[in-house]
Nanobody, 121 residues
Framework: QVQLVESGGGLVQVGGSLRLSCAAS????????MGWYRQTPGKQRELLAT???????NYVDSVKGRFTISRDNAKNMVYLQMNDLKPEDAAVYYC???????????????WGLGTQVTVSS
């Protein structure tokens, strides 16, 4: 079993910052690409940022220059530093990881349960 648990969400004012964390635990051999999505009611889940194991990153245009994704392979963690938050950033944020294991071939995608980010004006 593999679990991903997000933390760090909460209420922040417009222009403020939050740092989300996601911890992976369980039985696996390797975490490949990791990243963050967000979702608001009635909308599709939006991919925000990804980071490869060797820390190549990609961002959706709407968060470039404001959000920074990072990871700590030794701790099986991925982070999302969010600065200059806007009302439209309010959402549930989910982390994911592409996981390799001795129990299966190839990668499997795992998701966390999400953490709420609320931005007040």
């Amino acid at each position: 079993q593999v679990q991903l648990v997000e933390s760090g969400g909460g209420l922040v004012q417009v222009g403020g910052s939050l740092r989300l964390s996601c911890a992976a635990s369980g039985s696996f051999s390797r975490l490949n690409a990791m990243g963050w999505y967000r979702q608001t009611p009635g909308k599709q889940r939006e991919l925000l940022a990804t980071i490869t194991r060797d820390t190549n990153t990609n961002y959706v245009d709407s968060v470039k220059g404001r959000f920074t994704i990072s990871r700590d392979n030794a701790k099986n963690m991925v982070y999302l530093q969010m600065n200059d938050l806007k009302p439209e950033d309010a959402a549930v944020y989910y982390c994911f990881a592409n996981v390799m294991s001795w129990s299966w071939t190839g990668e499997r995608a795992y998701w966390g349960l999400g953490t709420q980010v609320t931005v007040s004006s």
